[in-house]
Structures are given as structure tokens and as C-alpha cells.
């Protein structure tokens, strides 16, 4: 399994940016694709995931200005973010959860993309 994430970059405070994830080579059901985030010095933390039907969860520090989505057909989970504030400056990880049987689960990273918000 392997996870490109692209889209992170450098913008003022207030802009967006829109992160993409494609996960390749994937031989089971995903069960979630995500994202996280850590900045320096914290723990990383979820900013949002997606089930696979379509269901979505977001940290309460991001409602209102991320919005996740997913191209199914492409496996491929998509992050705008708008609204940015310096606070969300991090690494971004994108994760997949896949279904290995009815009681397990396997989780993937992707390498981090850097998103950095000037004020």
C-alpha cells in the first residue's frame, strides 16, 4: 500500500489550500481514509476522516472551515481548507484504515505534507 499526499504549501492567514491523498496498490476494503495533523512539539491529532460510506468526523477546531471528501474510483481522499489561521500550521498525514476481516483492521500513513500559515 503506498499513500501520495500533495498540496500543502505556504499562505497568509485567512487563505485555503486543498490537500489530496491517492492511495495505490490497495488490496482489501478501506474502511477510513483521513487526515492528521502534528505541529511542533504536540501530538498528532485528527483533523477529519471519511468512511467508506461516506460518513465524516472532524476535529471541533477545524468544523466550519475543513471539509473532506473522497473520489471512491480513484481512492483518493481530498481536504480543503479554508479559513486558515496560523494554529493549523503542521505536518499533514494522510491515513487509510482498510478491512482486513470482519474483526481487523490495518492502518497506513502517508509521508506528511507540510502546511504552513503566515500571520
Known amino acids: 500500500v503506498q499513500l501520495q499526499a500533495s498540496g500543502g504549501g505556504l499562505v497568509q492567514t485567512g487563505g485555503s489550500l486543498r490537500l489530496s491523498c491517492a492511495a495505490s496498490?490497495?488490496?482489501?476494503?478501506?474502511?477510513?481514509m483521513g487526515w492528521y495533523r502534528q505541529a511542533a512539539g504536540k501530538q498528532r491529532e485528527l483533523v477529519a476522516d471519511?468512511?467508506?460510506?461516506?460518513?465524516?468526523n472532524y476535529a471541533d477546531s477545524v468544523k466550519g472551515r475543513f471539509t473532506i471528501s473522497r473520489d471512491s474510483s480513484k481512492n483518493t481522499v481530498y481536504l480543503q481548507m479554508n479559513s486558515l489561521k496560523p494554529e493549523d500550521t503542521a505536518v499533514y498525514y494522510c491515513q487509510l484504515v482498510l478491512s482486513i476481516t470482519r474483526y481487523s483492521t490495518s492502518t497506513y500513513w502517508g509521508q506528511g505534507t507540510q502546511v504552513t500559515i503566515s500571520s
Open positions: 471519511i468512511t467508506s460510506r461516506g460518513s465524516t
Open positions: 496498490g490497495i488490496d482489501f476494503n478501506i474502511n477510513t
